[in-house]
């Protein structure tokens, strides 16, 4: 069973559009947070022990979750899917974005 996070700044309209969309798929646990103090489902350090791989939407994510959760990031494996807040949530264009980048990763981990 892989563990998948995805996170994104608030947790509002990408990363829970990641964990409704994978979460559907066999052999996979998925979460979500955000990564800012205002999040929805805000990011702790236990959800990223959880994880398997942390997928973010974006660069600035990652440079936040470096910051804030240097200590638990140790082998993790944290892919940026360059994916912008332009999206609303389970928005057809971002689906298929979602699925063009995460798909062909799976079976790398």
């Known amino acids: 069973m ?41 990011l702790s350090s236990e959800t990223i022990q959880w994880a398997d791989v942390i997928f973010v939407m974006e660069n600035v994510h990652r440079s936040k979750l470096s910051k804030k959760f240097q200590p638990y990031l140790n082998g993790k494996r944290i892919v940026c899917l360059d994916i912008h807040d332009e999206y609303e949530y389970m928005e057809s264009a971002l689906v298929e974005l979602l699925e063009r980048k995460v798909l062909p990763l799976l079976g790398t981990f």
């Open 2 to 42: 892989k563990k998948l996070l995805f996170v994104c700044g608030k947790n509002r309209l990408r990363s829970p559009t990641a964990e409704t969309i994978f979460s559907r798929y066999e052999g996979l646990e998925v979460e979500s947070a955000g990564i800012d103090r205002d999040a929805d489902t805000p």
